[in-house]
């Protein structure tokens, strides 16, 4: 079997993708032939050694997959030969095969496609997390989201609209204006708007309930004021750490020498929140399970439905994250194993 390796830190160039023998699961272990693979933010940070808690070098990236069940270990009941199944990998999703714990793997309804089943977990339980598990979203709640094109942001964007939200901000490049005005989103250009002032125009200059950032450095303290007396703000993410393909120390300094300290004294006097979000370490994996149940339950009745920006072939993967450095996605990138 083929998968995907990250040798060392690189640009996109040095990715690899290796043969070698297939695998056998363990007792407690199925094997998945996998058919999609989701591409996340994070596979890019890693890629660069951005991101802190990957394995060593080399390894396969790739935390979701959806495919179906090839061999089943000894000791596992309840999943057999031949079932669709979502695959959450942690690491290790990029590969034709992989073989994993099998409390990690879930049976997919013949109605869910393996491309709905592989873009959902990271993005949506992302969202979910935020907004509905910390957040205690409601009707009358007003959300500002960044990266409101990409993967977490439009799944931001169906979650509210699932839960009746109608003001929902959100900020991206210029050319993805029709596309985030078209997810019921209103729109602020992130290079030459204020997104504060925005939040507090719309808002009778209140400001914002949710502030969903994951930009980090000297952008989280604009995305706290933004939030009104009350509000809530989500550090999940450090995009800009990235520069471009390959690694920039200078730029990933910056984001850090920028980060704000929050004082807590100012943040009781406001009532306002912050919470730090990273869904790869929370240690209550019954959580992250109890979201996935609530997020399959709003598929199947069509209140969500993850949005493919395209489908690459593995062999393409370079070009494929390529694409995300780029800024060119609207929603959610998949690698095709099949
Ligand atoms: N903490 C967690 O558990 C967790 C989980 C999931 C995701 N995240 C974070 O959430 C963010 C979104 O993740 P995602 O996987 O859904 O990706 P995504 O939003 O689809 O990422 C790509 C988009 O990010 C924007 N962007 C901003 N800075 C960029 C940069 N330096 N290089 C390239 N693109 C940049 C671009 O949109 P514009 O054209 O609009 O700028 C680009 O199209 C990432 O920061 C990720 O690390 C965190």
Redo the contacts with the bound molecule.
Sequence with gaps: MRKVVYPKVGGVDSIQIVEEDDPVPEQDEICVRIHRAGI???D??MRQGLYGSNPEYPFTPGYEAAGEVISVGEAVNGISKGQRVLAMTGFGGYSEMVCLDANRVIPLPDSVSFDQAAALP??YG?AYHMLVYLGNLSQEDTVLIH???????TAVAQICQAYGVSKVIG???AP?REFVESLGMYFVD?KSEDFVSVCKSLTDEKGVHHAID??GGKHLMRSYKALRRGGKLYC?????A???EKRSMATAMAMWASTPKFDPLKMMRSNKAVFG????LLDDASIFKGHLEALSDMLLKGQIDPIIDSVWRFEQVSDAQRH??D???RG?ILLDFS
């Design positions: 996340n933010f994070a890019l940070m990271v993005t992302t990266h409101a094109a990409g993967g977490v942001g900020t991206a490049s993805k992130s994951p930009v999940f993410g450090a995009s800009s990235v520069k471009g979000v990273h869904m790869g995300m450095h800024r060119k996605n959610k």
